[in-house]
Every structure is written in C-alpha cells, then in structure tokens.
C-alpha cells in the first residue's frame, strides 16, 4: 500500500522567495512519485514526476524535487517564486506504472507581493 | 495540448436526476482510467478504476449502484450519478495514464451541482 503525507497546508513565501513544499511518502514496492498543480476549478497538471531513474526531476516552471530514499521523502523546490505560482499542490506516490494514484491532502502556495 | 477530455465542465441539475459526465482520452487508447472526487479545499478521493470492457473497480464506501461508470470503448469512460442529491455535489475528475504507464493525466474536471 502506499500513501503519502505533505506537510502544512498552507505555505507563505514572498515574490522571489526560494518555495519548499514538503512530501513524504511510504510505500511496500519502489514507488512512483508525483507533483501535480491545481488552479481554481480546473484539473490537474503534471509538474515533475520520479519513476526510478535520476533522483534529482527537473520539471515546468522552474520546479524540481529530488527524490530520497532513505528519508522517504520527495520535496518540491523553486529557487524564486513568482505571483503565478500560487494554486494548490499536490503530491501523489503509485506502486509503479498503470497504478493507481495516491494523493496527499495537498498545500496551498500563497505569494505575496 | 489537453490528452484527456472532460465534459461537461459544470453542470447544474436537480435532485432526483441523472447526470453523465464523458471522459475521453484524445490521442492514446486508455484500457484503464480513473475517477476521482473532489470536495472543496480537500484532497482527491479514488472512487473507481473504469476498466474496458469489463466492470469497474470501486473503492471502499463508493456506492456502485449511484455511480454508473461505462467504459464501453479503449478512448472513452463515463460516469453517471443516478438519483443525484445535494450531498452528491462536488468536483469530479478523470484520469488516464499515458501510453507508457506514467505520468497519469487528468482531465478538467467536472463541477455538479445539484439543487
């Protein structure tokens, strides 16, 4: 089984501030991870995603996570948040391909001017 | 561009009604596609893996005889809330993994509301 667990659901940052938005996970088989961003009222969009290759995922929009194992953890960064960066985002971990997703309770990225 | 198709994106009906929400993967044939719900300021809930040709799967709690889920072709997945109320108001979305089993994409999601 797997499941994951993100850490604040609220995270403030001002413009130009480094973003770092928490996840970890568990699971019994070598997991998938995922982060994905909603906008209000919309679906979600695929930021990054680890499937067992580099530990380090570059993704859209300046973010990346790196993936570690021994903290079970797979954290989402960007060096300088920008106004449009704030929406809801999501971690999701699956026991590998054609799985079903898991997703954690999700974090609210707030930009201040 | 957008893989995976929702429609409609909102709908408003009344109590007592059916609705049907299509999900439609648009370039890859989806065996597999998954339904998700969504309550305000929440996390997405599982609530059935559409498999084609065969029946769906239903996660603990989800009423299979309220939420019909048809995947009758390889590019399409319905789901139909029979008998909608109230408390069935949310956001539903669906989801179909890319051809190589990663990453999952998702559809736009449907807001019902039922009066």
């Not at chain 1, 021994?70 to 985002?89: G, I, N, R, V």
């Not at chain 2, 929400?21 to 809930?45: G, H, N, V």
Request: hydrophobic residues 35%; aromatic residues 12%; positive net charge.
């Amino acid at each position: 089984a797997q499941s994951v667990t993100q850490l604040g659901s609220h995270v403030s940052v001002s413009e130009g501030a480094l973003v770092l938005l928490r996840c970890n996970y568990s699971s019994s088989v070598p997991p998938y991870l995922f982060w994905y961003v909603q906008y209000p009222n919309q679906g979600l969009q695929l930021l990054l995603k680890y499937t067992s290759a580099a530990t380090l995922v570059k993704g859209i929009n300046g973010f990346e996570a790196e993936f570690k194992k021994s903290e079970t953890s797979f954290h989402l960064t960007k060096p300088s948040a920008h106004m449009s960066d704030a929406a809801e985002y999501f971690c999701a971990v699956s026991g590998g391909g054609f799985q079903k997703l898991v997703f954690g309770t999700g974090t609210r990225l707030l930009v201040s001017p | 561009g957008a893989v995976v198709s929702q429609h409609p994106s909102w709908v408003i009906c009344k109590s007592g009604t059916s609705v049907k929400i299509e999900c439609r993967s648009l370039d890859f044939q989806a065996t597999t596609m998954f339904w998700y719900r969504q309550f305000p300021k929440q996390s997405l809930m599982l609530m059935a893996t559409s498999n084609e040709g065969s029946k769906a799967t239903y996660e603990q709690g989800v009423e299979k005889d309220k939420f019909l889920i048809n995947h009758a072709s390889l590019t399409l997945s319905t789901l139909t809330v029979t008998s909608a109320h109230p408390e069935d108001s949310s956001f539903y979305i669906c989801s179909a993994w890319d051809r190589g089993g990663s990453p999952l994409h998702f559809g736009n999601g449907t807001r019902l509301t039922v009066t």
